[in-house]
């Protein structure tokens, strides 16, 4: 099973993935993009309809775990270690999210990712993202 394959399930299967509405946009050598179409369900404030800073948290993560696992050198297995969100403003109402994260470093055990997720209106960001993830090489497996 190729990794664009194999991560499209892996998201569907997550069961907060799936009740975000998280969908698999791009993936590539080392990059992945991923959507969250607006949902009601996930109004943080109910006076301006913004989504929850929670989920456009777990969809940064999730993305960010995605572009380590398309990594040619690695099995598709990783873990966070550490992820830093910064929140710019928040997303316009009625408006899909989408994050873009890319994977720039790996060492032996650790991929280091930079992501980035914005709504439909452009400009400023939602909120940006860097952080740390476990890594497994494919010749570290015997």
């Not at 664009?4 to 975000?20: D, M, V």
């Not at 050598?29 to 929850?52: K, N, Q």
């Not at 995605?66 to 830093?84: C, P």
């Amino acid at each position: 099973m190729d990794k664009l394959k194999a991560t499209r399930q892996f998201i569907s299967a997550l069961p907060f993935s799936s009740a975000l509405g998280m969908e698999v946009v791009d993936f590539g050598d080392g990059r992945a993009t991923l959507s969250m179409p607006y949902d009601e369900a996930l109004i943080g404030d109910p006076r301006t309809g913004v989504i929850h800073g929670g989920a456009v948290s777990a969809l940064m993560d999730t993305c960010s775990g995605a572009a380590v696992m398309s990594r040619r050198e690695g099995t598709g297995v990783t873990a966070t270690i550490d992820l830093r969100i910064d929140y710019m403003r928040p997303a316009e109402p009625r408006q899909t999210i989408t994050c873009t994260a890319e994977c720039y470093h790996i060492t032996r055990n650790v991929a280091f990712i930079r992501a980035t997720a914005t709504d439909e209106a452009g400009g400023t960001p939602v909120a940006s993202a860097v952080g740390a993830f476990t890594f497994e090489r494919r010749e570290a497996i015997k």
